[in-house]
């Protein structure tokens, strides 16, 4: 029994680690999809954290279940092999182009809270994640399981911090409101479908490999539920800062603001949770590119490396902002065709 739920809570960090890179570690991703639309932003966290649970299950207990090794065979069965040749190219660029984000996040983590110039940043991140992918599959089960609990716990303490300072009933209406409108309703279902469909990349390797549904079933409902917390309680902290939009890295702000003592033990743990989603992405891709070119790893992830780190020299915030919101509209048809298909979590 211990077992299962050890390897449960194995899957739900990954799960977590994968879905949580730049953007939502930053709090730049949480406001472009929640916060902005204040109030309506709380309601879309709950749309969304549902979606994580009950489609994230599906995900992997389906992977299971037909025994795909990668996201390229689930999407066959989903779509059909001939729609599914050009929805996988189009994930494989998403999946470039959001890996790119978030080398790009990890530049910014070193220019702006650190001083140093992003390269510095962005090199280090693909030096590190190289170091992790040469231990495969462990190597993700042990940075996520030591990173996301970290995570989970800062989200919780931030919370509590910034919300002792402006009051429950503001941070949770959302006092900087900017928009509303068709935005405020898409948002939860393009962002939940966004994030499942990259997702895809690590939890479809993964629930082959563990086999056991029921195991896969609890990590990915745990996992669905920590990312609402997360999310819930970094919504609120970032209502109540002023002008949030403005900041490339607004968890940061607000932790220097709230508790200064713990400001430097944050930024470790932002970049931490970045380069998990980093290695969660290059670890899918290396994955992925295999299946299309029969090359060594080593010159697989060379060729990933080049290609994100140009792509991220772009400044973080407009990448973000531009590419995230389009992919989320691209991913809503993924999301239809996982919630139609029929599945049995106990079988």
């Known amino acids: 029994m211990f077992a299962r ?3 449960a809570f194995q899957i739900a960090a990954v799960y977590v680690g994968t879905i949580v ?8 991703e949480i406001v472009e999809f929640f916060t902005r639309f204040g109030f309506s ?8 954290g549902y979606l994580f649970i009950v489609i994230g299950a599906k995900i992997m207990v389906l992977s299971a279940k037909i025994g795909a090794d990668s996201y390229e065979i689930l999407n066959n069965y989903l779509f059909g092999e001939r729609i599914a040749r050009y929805i996988n190219i189009i994930f494989l660029v998403m999946l470039l182009g959001v890996t790119s984000v978030m080398i790009s996040g ?19 991140t693909i030096f590190l994640a190289a170091a992790v992918l040469m231990a495969g599959i462990k190597g993700l089960f042990a940075v996520n399981s030591f990173v996301v609990p970290i995570m989970i716990l800062f989200s ?10 402006a009051g429950f009933h503001n941070a949770l209406l959302g006092s900087n409101v900017h928009e509303a409108g068709w935005r405020a309703m898409v948002s939860p279902f393009s962002y939940a479908a966004f994030n499942l469909a990259l997702a895809q990349v690590v939890l479809v390797p993964i629930a082959n490999e563990v086999k056991d549904k029921r195991m896969i079933y609890r990590g990915a409902v745990l996992g669905g539920v920590f990312l609402t917390v997360i999310l819930l309680t970094s919504h609120i902290s970032l209502s109540t800062l002023t002008d949030v939009d403005q900041y490339s890295i607004p968890t940061a702000e607000l932790m220097k603001n709230a ?15 970045i380069f998990t989603s980093v290695i969660g992405n290059l670890f899918g891709l290396g994955r992925q590119i295999q299946t299309y070119v029969k090359l060594p790893d080593p010159v697989i992830f060379i060729g ?27 991913s809503l048809i993924f999301l239809a065709l996982v919630w139609r298909k029929n599945w049995n979590h106990e079988g």
Do not use: D, H, M
């Not at 932003?41 to 969304?48: N, S, V």
């Not at 490396?305 to 919101?325: N, Q």
């Open 259 to 273: 508790a200064s003592s713990l400001y430097w033990i944050f930024i470790f743990v932002i970049y931490g949770e």
């Open 21 to 28: 890179g730049a953007g939502f570690a930053t709090g730049r």
């Open 41 to 48: 932003g709380f309601i879309g966290i709950l749309i969304a």
């Open 156 to 165: 919780i303490i931030l919370c509590v911090l910034t919300v002792n300072g």
């Open 106 to 124: 990890a530049g910014a983590v070193f220019e702006e809270q650190l001083g140093l110039p992003r390269n510095v940043g962005t090199l280090l």
């Open 5 to 7: 739920w050890s390897g």
């Open 304 to 330: 990933i490396f080049l290609v994100t780190y140009f792509i991220s020299i772009v400044e973080y915030g407009k990448l973000l902002s531009y590419l995230y919101p389009l992919f989320g509209y691209i």
